[in-house]
């Protein structure tokens, strides 16, 4: 894998624009399975995701053409036994294909998919709901298997408000038979841009944004041009990389309404931020002190930029407390960081992290948003650091070192 090497200590300044969001194409792709003709989505992040999910949809037999960022999707009938460990284990999210095909095809096979770094992802409420909308489901050797006539309406909860059982369950209930209502549901912003995307293809989805949806099925679902949302995980790595360097930057092409924990946070560290129409100013020239945060499902705080805090916070003034509560294994930048000189205590899912001058070193990303905060105490720290394994950042930030170039930093890449 590739390495990264930065020579901290340089404040990012400029303007910088904001991709599409990846946790919301992803979905949006799946969900183009659905249709009756042709989906041009536009606004599609170019990473290493995105392309496993493009090649998993052609082998389900979908027609793709890329132009820039739009991408052109017709899959006319599509296959539903495609799905191998080499496939699933190569993109998590893999398993959103499985609420779209059972719906279209009546039938699935999937490879059970594993846990991974960060922690386990149970799918037990994916199936839980298929097997409440009428599928018979078999687990065994190492496969998952549904079938269906036709799915039905329902009325499901989820014992937890699973993003992924979320969105497989809107997909698969919107060419179901009947009414299904989904309570405790996730009510992050990339299901709202799935359900917008849906109804624009014809579908009835109420609530999202809510923790009750509710979908009334029709028969089928045309082909539409769609506009993917921007990122908000990216557009909160890259202030906490501005507020970490002592930085001053325009976030270009954002959603200010759904940076508000970013933004709420980033005011109580001192640093101050303008949030304008589209865009949001983050001057952090005074430096950044310290805050509490405790991961939370939207709107709290997101898991996903927890370790990018982390990185923020190993710099900054004073002792702040971080609890993880969605993921029981995502501290594992946490070693990373001490050998930059970073001053934290773990216990359990908590960790106090004393702010302290860092120093440059050689260490490794470990997964994507670890690997992202490993880049933001790179560029806060003293000296030079290294930082291997950086494919697994590309799953999740397209050109990311040119990009923080273009802000002042001093990366290069090996």
């Given at each position: 894998m590739k390495s990264y090497i930065i020579k901290g200590g340089r404040a990012l300044y400029g303007s910088i624009d904001i991709n599409g969001s990846k946790n919301a194409a992803l979905p949006i792709l799946a969900a183009t399975l659905l249709a009756d003709g042709e989906c041009k989505i536009s606004n599609v992040p170019d990473l290493t995701d995105i392309k496993n999910m493009c090649e998993l949809l052609s082998c389900l037999g979908c027609e793709i053409e890329k132009r820039y960022d739009t991408y052109e999707i017709f899959c006319s009938n599509p296959k539903s036994d495609i799905m191998s460990y080499e496939t699933v284990n190569k993109l998590r999210a893999s398993i959103l294909v499985a609420g779209p095909l059972l719906a279209k095809t009546g039938k699935i096979r999937i490879s059970m998919p594993g846990g991974c770094q960060i922690g386990a992802r149970p799918i037990d409420l994916h199936l839980k709901g298929f097997t409440s909308m009428g599928a018979n489901v078999n687990q065994g050797h190492g496969y998952i298997e549904a079938e269906c006539q036709r799915l039905h309406g329902a009325k499901i909860y989820l014992d937890f408000p699973s993003v992924g059982a979320t969105e497989n369950l809107i997909m698969a209930a919107s060419v179901a038979k009947g009414t299904t209502i989904i309570e405790n549901a996730a009510a992050e912003p990339e299901i709202t841009n799935l359900a917008d995307f849906i109804n624009k293809m014809g579908g009835k989805v109420y609530g999202a944004g809510t923790d009750n949806i509710t979908i009334e099925g029709v028969e089928a679902l045309k082909g539409t041009d769609f506009s993917v949302i921007p990122d908000r995980i990216e557009a909160g790595t890259f202030a906490f990389a501005v507020a970490s360097t002592k930085g001053c930057a325009i976030i270009n092409n954002v959603i200010t309404e759904h940076l508000k924990p970013i933004i709420a946070k980033l005011n109580e560290c001192g640093v101050y931020t303008k949030a304008n129409e589209n865009s949001l100013i983050v001057d952090a020239s005074n430096g950044a002190g310290s805050a509490d945060i405790k991961t939370m499902p939207y709107p709290g705080f997101p898991t996903d930029l927890q370790a990018p805090y982390v990185a923020l916070m190993s710099g900054a003034r004073g002792t702040s407390m971080v609890v993880e509560t969605v993921f029981e294994n995502r501290f594992m930048h946490i070693p990373e960081l001490g050998r930059m000189g970073a001053s934290i205590k773990v216990d359990g899912r908590t960790a106090v992290v004393e702010g302290t001058n860092l120093t440059g070193a050689k260490v490794k990303a470990t997964d994507l948003r670890?690997?992202?905060?490993?880049?933001?105490?790179?560029?806060?720290?003293?000296?030079?650091?290294?930082?291997?394994?950086?494919?697994?950042?590309?799953?999740?930030?397209?050109?990311?070192?040119?990009?923080?170039?273009?802000?002042?930093?001093?990366?290069?890449?090996?």
């Open positions: 670890a690997g992202a905060g490993l880049v933001i105490a790179g560029l806060n720290a003293y000296g030079e650091t290294v930082i291997e394994d950086v494919g697994h950042i590309e799953r999740g930030y397209s050109n990311f070192a040119e990009r923080l170039n273009s802000l002042n930093a001093d990366i290069h890449i090996q």
